[in-house]
């Protein structure tokens, strides 16, 4: 098996000369959620504690804290900026992998071209080849390697922020292929159990993962060696989708239609703060609303059926003391914060917001429940119905198959131009939309030292 030699060949000869525009196209929009995410996460307590921290530590200023007004060294620059884009938990992300690639590759791939004084278009292919290098071992341990108690986001992501860096320093097949090896020494453990107690640790797994990213990208350029065969292994069976999952690995995902499908294609992107797990409830219940507005006095119960994953992944309740991390993984909370918002935004999912007691209270009238059906047609679709009982024997219900954002349905350009706008408040509206424009024309921009001062 040649997988991981493969890759890292193919990801070394990546140019926007040799992408289709679809592909480039869907680079632009990742960034510019990512973007948004950012902005959307700067009014979290959790975040406002790991910027600081890492303010404290100095560095010299290479690379921007997006959205934090100062500028550190790169590992950390890039440590920020993945978890600020992952926090809020509305990241872009890959159905077939479980993963989160923008939170590592994008970070990694800002931090070098800042640094370096690179343009838009060698961000462009950073971008495409993280997430090819991100999202392939995703997909070929998915849904095992959660089930085997890992976040693909961290650890995978590594291997894209290892590859976006090294694509930026111009590494060439053997520079990736160390690149690729020197990552999955590196790669966090990422441990799911963080996420599903609901520690706030979970949201630095983008950081992590972008800046072990870099060192192992460094460290191969500085001609350090790894493992030639990372991602399949060798006979000693000690390759990183070997060892980070219960079963057999889907080999052939690593390298099946490589140079003519790219992954990122396949990249949905959130319109909800929340897990995509939780999505297709509070699609249906803000649908409801825009139906028939619900007085939440006249809800009796709320039952969301829904598959096997989300069951399971998204079905704890909330209470005083929890976690924004908690809510963003209940559905319960998801679909109460809905029926009394209208909404589930930044605002939606903040600290402060957790507090009510009157949310808390209808969270607790939500129960969730796994349907033989839906589940059958999952991972196909991610179904979810809600059905809500109103006092005097009424009853609404709404499902909804394919959420919002999916490939299938997807978020355009103005969707997630309009995310920018939404996450990012109350900052100026033209240097907003200056920042939309630089992004949507990338590939035209000498220098990313233009885009990074003003987010």
């Known amino acids: 098996m040649d997988h991981t030699q493969n890759m890292a060949a193919f990801l070394a000869k990546i140019s926007l000369a040799g992408l289709p525009p679809e592909v480039v196209h869907k680079a632009k929009l990742c960034l510019l959620d990512y973007i948004a995410n950012v902005y959307g996460s700067l009014e979290l307590e959790a975040v406002a504690g790991a910027i600081a921290y890492v303010r404290s530590l100095g560095g010299p200023p290479a690379a921007t804290v997006l959205g934090g007004g100062f500028k550190t060294d790169l590992h950390h620059a890039a440590f920020l900026n993945g978890t600020t884009a992952e926090a809020i938990e509305a ?10 690639p923008g939170t590592a590759v994008i970070p990694a791939a800002l931090a070098v071209a800042e640094d370096r004084g690179q ?7 950073a971008i495409v080849a993280g ?6 071992p995703a997909a070929a341990m998915h849904p095992w390697h959660t089930l085997s108690g890992f976040l693909p986001t961290g650890t995978c992501g590594t291997f894209g922020a290892a590859a976006a860096a090294a694509r930026l320093t111009g590494a060439d097949a053997a520079g990736m292929l160390n690149a690729l090896g020197c990552a999955g ?3 966090p453990v990422s441990m799911a159990e963080q996420l599903m107690g609901g520690y706030t640790v979970k949201i630095v797994q983008g950081g992590q993962a972008a800046l072990a990213g870099l060192m192992a990208a460094g460290l191969a350029r500085a001609g350090i060696t790894g493992d030639r065969q990372v991602f399949e292994g060798s006979d ?17 995902k690593l390298t099946e239609g490589l140079g003519e499908h790219y992954t990122i294609s396949d990249i949905y ?48 309740g ?32 903040t600290e402060r917001r957790m507090n009510d007691p009157a949310l808390l209270a209808l969270a607790q009238k939500v129960t969730v429940r796994m349907d033989e059906e839906l589940n059958r047609v999952y991972p196909e679709r991610t179904s979810s119905r809600v059905e809500i009982e ?32 939404q996450f990012a408040g109350d900052r100026d509206r033209a240097n907003t939309e200056r920042i939309i424009a630089m992004i949507l024309d990338l590939e035209t921009l000498v220098d990313i030292r233009e885009l990074t001062p003003l987010i």
């Open 318 to 349: 909330v209470k005083a003391g929890d976690t924004i991390v908690n809510a963003q993984f209940s559905i319960p909370y998801v679909v109460a914060v809905c029926l009394l918002d209208g909404a589930l935004g930044p605002k939606q999912l």
């Open 185 to 187: 020494y590196l790669a």
């Open 119 to 125: 343009g838009g278009a060698a961000v462009i292919e």
């Open 91 to 100: 990241q872009d992300g890959l159905r077939f992998g479980g993963n989160h």
């Open 236 to 252: 000693l069976k000690g390759g990183f989708t070997q060892i980070t999952t219960k079963v057999e690995p889907k080999f052939e």
């Open 131 to 136: 997430y090819e290098a991100a999202n392939r």
């Open 390 to 421: 109103l006092t005097g024997g009424g009853r609404r219900v709404r499902q909804v198959d394919i959420p919002k954002g999916d490939p299938r349905d997807p978020m355009e350009a103005a969707d997630l131009a309009d995310k920018v706008r």
């Open 269 to 316: 992107f959130k319109p909800y703060t929340a897990c995509r797990h939780t999505h297709g409830a509070a699609q249906a219940t803000l649908e409801l609303l825009r139906e028939q507005p619900v007085d939440p006095a006249e809800i009796e119960a709320v039952e969301v059926a829904t598959y096997g994953m989300a069951s399971v992944a998204v079905c704890k």
